[in-house]
């Protein structure tokens, strides 16, 4: 009998935090004829949940990035000034990033492996986070901030100031050099002197503290 829709959403829930959880456990990433006897299901279950192995990859990363798509939503509808909202568009995933790896080092490197290893399964997160990052940009430029920009320039520009805030693997090699107050020191520099116009600086005000 096929699935319902909502049962097979249900399902690939389900398996994609049965693969987290396994390779918690078993320090490894998880063999796919592994996972298919581990499910509970059938082979032609499983099969009905998931078309082959990448759309399993799928639906971990959806689930692990989760919580980085609910950060920047958040963010974006909020009514914050254009430098703490952007501030606040970097920190709230690094530091649910910076929480994992403290928690097991070990199990955050593993899957980082696995979203370097299938990079391009992955890329339309990362597509989605500058798309709402340009939308900050956006915002910030009609306040008079990153004059004489593209905001494409922006974003690429901005993107390689932050990188280490961003790339999960940072906190393998940097960890605890990796913080809070020296993020809002980055993006209070840029907020104030990231221009495109020589000699004119965008205006900025270095006002973002870190909540003690």
Known sequence: ????????????????????????????????????????????????????EDDVFDAVAALWLRPHID??????????????????????RFVISRDRHRADPGFFAIICEMGAAQFERVRS??????????????????????????????????NQIVSNYTLPDSLIYLGDKLTEEKLARIIDTMFIGLSGEAGDAAKGLNTIRVAS
């Open 71 to 92: 950060a920047m939503e958040e963010v974006l509808r909020s009514d914050l000034p254009p430098n703490r909202k952007m501030y606040e568009f970097f920190r709230r």
């Open 1 to 52: 009998m096929p699935l319902t829709k909502e049962a097979i959403d249900n399902e690939r829930e389900r398996i994609a935090q049965l693969v987290l959880d396994l390779v918690d456990q078993r320090g490894t990433e998880i063999t796919h004829s592994t996972l298919v006897n581990e499910s509970g299901l059938s082979k032609a279950r499983f099969d009905q949940v998931f078309e082959d």
């Open 125 to 158: 997160y990362v597509d989605l986070a500058d798309h709402y990052q340009c939308e900050l940009i956006a915002e910030a430029q009609a306040e008079g901030y990153f004059a004489g920009l593209e905001i494409d320039e922006a974003l690429s520009l901005i």
